[in-house]
């Protein structure tokens, strides 16, 4: 009998469970006074201050929006999202590159928000156009955008004052570059002048566009790495390692150029606003506009919000992104001298956030700045650069060998339907 | 008269009760052990038989994006034919296993064995052992990259006071995968120490008192008592670390970086699995590398039993 009864028991006690997890699922529709949880990707560490801010902001209009964040490192970032997008378990609303906004769209994994945005009269023309146009896909928009950014030429005063060596400024060009390198260099202090970073934006595409080449032609139908003007710049860049004037690729990976720049090892590097929070920690580090080549050019870029395609809460993720792209939180962003907020007008309050810092060279650059090219295959293409040029950076392979192999590749994958 | 047909009745009647019961009885333990096992074998057929016949049918298709894919017969399996990637990662994997798996079971059953003494502070030794066991993978490797960096690494700056410039541990083509094998060896000699120390304490003490009165040194009692009754254990654990080599990720995901100039050279099997499946999008040829390793082990593992019965000693 006594058997019976602890099994009548667990039964009933299983089913007032059950019971219980059916009914918090009801309380999870759409109704105005019930409680709702959405989830928020992203994978800036830096930011996370800024995004709780503003979370809280969100909160205290939408007080039945709960918003959970998940942080996942950029090097994971795209490897989840991709795993989570085929198991149907993508973030509400997440963080969205330009390499990665076709990919998504087409796969009809992220929801166009052009339709959202005209019921709700959410106005895109308070967003610079080139931003919008990254977003959009066969004419709908995709993505709000949040932030952007180009690149400025970072150097420590000390080591120039020590050195004797003028601070840059807009004048600079590739040669001044090299020289100043030259001179800033000390092997017995262990400086290098400057960190030949083996990366694309900020990196080798400014260069190559500065030296008047391109990454992807206008067709969309092959890449320009194998030209005398993307071979030269390569070349120009590696020259700073050749020549003992930047660590080695090995030992850039062992230990990251910022880590080195921060902590007074190398005297210049390239790298974008969202160093800003981490920089402006050492009083000797200020920043410039990136150095002419035969013209001027740096590389822009900026990331937006998107909605997944199958959130169980499309209203409260559409309203926590539309006030992720509003003022309100742009001026977060911008007080907090975290990134560069989109929405036009605020830039000048982001550069007012660190007056110790020469912020204005990131805004100097939007016009002459070249978009960050953006085609459905732009990850693959990515991560072939990584493998086949770090053969050239770290001189096992000559730059002509290593653009031959990578156009290959590259052309192939831009080829794929 | 009548009385008779019906004890014989009776006792037929009996004798069948009996049976039936037993078999009954046989049949709702068998329905109870059943039951018993059923969560387990559930558990086992979800997530890994019904993975493994997933992927052996992946590995005739081509994914696009967001599991789209569709059948491209034996194409995968071609394309490993020409894959110069694919041999490299072999021979990595081979390596690792040649080094880390004979020298990691000579080192632990040497430090079992000195273990089993009776030293003082003897379990204090055994836990510093087997520290290393219960530390995350990614928190070891962590540390020693740290310890391994050319420039600012305690192993380069130890060996610059006695005058010798360290080499690049972990960004050398020709030493990362070297480096990463002395993390292996030193993270898996305790797991393997506390299976062999089971294994001494279960050879019973006569065998040693008996050779001790026959006057047998020390090391002879090794080699024609210890050893060979240690058999079955060492090979039991020369199977797992086989396997568990074979499978080598987590090292070599952490301690060298995707743009690091000795991936090439240091990338195992299953680091190529990961980056065709997860990297490059590519999970049909991922699943092919899959079932390639697969079969490879099982390969492996088969004629590892098949030898057993030349050198293991089941008392």
Redo the contacts between chains.
């Keep these: 009998m006594k058997k019976w009864l602890l099994l009548l028991l667990t039964v009933i006690f299983g089913l007032i469970g059950l019971a219980g997890c059916s009914d918090s699922d009801t309380t999870s529709g759409n109704t105005k006074d019930e409680k709702v949880e959405i989830t928020y990707g992203f994978w800036d560490k830096k930011q996370v201050p800024a995004i709780e801010e503003i979370v809280k902001l969100f909160n205290e209009e939408n007080p039945n929006i709960k918003v959970k964040t998940e942080l996942t490192p950029y090097?994971q970032y795209f490897?989840k999202l991709?795993?989570a997008?085929?198991g149907g378990a993508l973030p509400d609303v997440m963080w969205m590159n330009g390499a990665h906004v076709e990919?998504y769209a087409?796969?009809k994994?992220i929801l166009p928000l052009s339709e959202l945005a005209k019921q709700d009269n959410f106005s895109l023309d308070n967003y610079p156009e080139s931003l919008i146009d990254l977003y959009t896909v066969d004419g709908k928009v995709y993505g709000i955008p949040k932030d952007f950014d180009t690149t400025g030429l970072w150097y420590n005063k000390k080591i120039f004052d020590e050195a004797g060596v003028p601070y840059p400024d807009e004048t600079w060009d590739w040669d001044k570059l090299k020289e100043a390198a030259e001179k800033l260099t000390n092997k017995d202090k262990?400086i290098w002048g400057y960190a030949a970073l083996?990366g694309n934006q900020g990196g080798y595409y400014d260069f190559i566009w500065q030296n008047g080449g391109y990454i992807i032609s206008e067709d969309g139908k092959s890449v320009g790495f194998d030209k005398p003007e993307a071979i030269e710049a390569l070349k120009y860049n590696i020259s700073f390692i050749k020549e003992g004037l930047s660590p080695t690729?090995?030992?850039m990976?062992?230990?990251a150029a910022s880590e080195l720049f921060a902590s007074g090892k190398i005297a210049m590097m390239f790298d974008g606003p969202w160093m800003v929070p981490e920089y402006k920690q050492n009083p000797d580090l200020d920043v410039a506009v990136v150095p002419k080549g035969k013209q001027r050019a740096v590389a822009i870029h900026g990331l937006s919000n998107v909605i997944a395609a199958n959130t169980k809460h499309k209203d409260a993720a559409w309203k926590f992104v539309q006030f992720l792209g509003s003022k309100e939180a742009a001026e977060v962003f911008a007080k907090t001298g975290t990134v560069i907020p989109a929405y036009n007008g605020t830039q000048e309050a982001w550069i007012q956030a660190v007056p110790t810092l020469n912020l204005q060279a990131y805004i100097d650059g939007v016009e002459y700045s070249v978009p960050l090219p953006s085609v459905k295959s732009t990850?693959?293409i990515w991560?072939y650069e990584?493998d086949v040029l770090?053969?050239a950076?770290?001189e096992?392979e000559s730059v002509e060998d290593a653009v031959k192999e990578l156009t290959k590749k590259a052309n192939e994958a831009l080829s794929k339907k | 008269m009548k009385e008779l047909p019906l004890e014989v009745e009776v006792k037929a009647n009996q004798k069948f009760k009996v049976s039936n019961l037993a078999k009954t009885r046989k049949r709702s333990d068998y329905f109870w052990a059943y039951l018993m096992i059923t969560p387990l074998m559930l558990g086992l057929v979800i997530f890994y038989l019904w993975p493994i016949i997933q992927t052996f049918y992946f590995s005739f298709t081509e994914w696009g994006a967001f599991g789209q894919y569709e059948w491209t017969g034996l194409d995968n399996y071609k394309r490993m034919l020409e894959d110069t990637n694919l041999l490299k990662s072999f021979k990595n994997t081979a390596i690792y296993i040649i080094f880390t798996v004979p020298i990691g079971i000579f080192l632990s059953i040497l430090i079992a064995v000195l273990l089993n003494q009776n030293i003082k502070g003897k379990s204090v030794y055994r836990t510093l052992y087997f520290l290393p066991v219960i530390t995350m993978p990614a928190a070891i490797a962590m540390v020693w990259k740290w310890l391994y960096n050319s420039d600012y690494g305690l192993l380069n700056y130890l060996l610059s006071l006695i005058g010798i410039k360290g080499p690049q541990w972990v960004s050398d083509p020709k030493i990362a995968l070297y480096s990463i094998i002395v993390v292996a060896i030193w993270s898996g000699i305790g797991y393997n120490m506390v299976i062999f120390l089971s294994g001494l304490q279960g050879i019973p003490k006569t065998y040693y008192e008996a050779a001790e009165m026959d006057g047998a040194g020390p090391i002879r009692v090794f080699f024609k008592i210890t050893l060979p009754l240690l058999s079955p254990v060492i090979f039991f654990v020369s199977i797992m670390s086989l396997i568990g080599a074979f499978q080598v990720f987590d090292l070599i995901f952490m301690m060298i970086g995707k743009s690091s100039t000795a991936l090439e050279n240091t990338q195992s099997i299953v680091y190529l699995f990961y980056q065709h499946a997860f990297v490059l999008n590519d999970k049909g040829y991922a699943a092919a590398i899959a079932v390639l390793l697969l079969a490879v082990i099982l390969i492996i593992t088969a004629i590892q039993m098949v030898l057993q019965k030349k050198w293991v000693h089941y008392d």
């Design positions: 090097g490897q991709e795993t997008a085929t990919q087409e796969g994994v262990g083996m690729q090995a030992q990976t062992e230990t990850g693959e991560q990584t770090k053969k950076w770290s096992e």
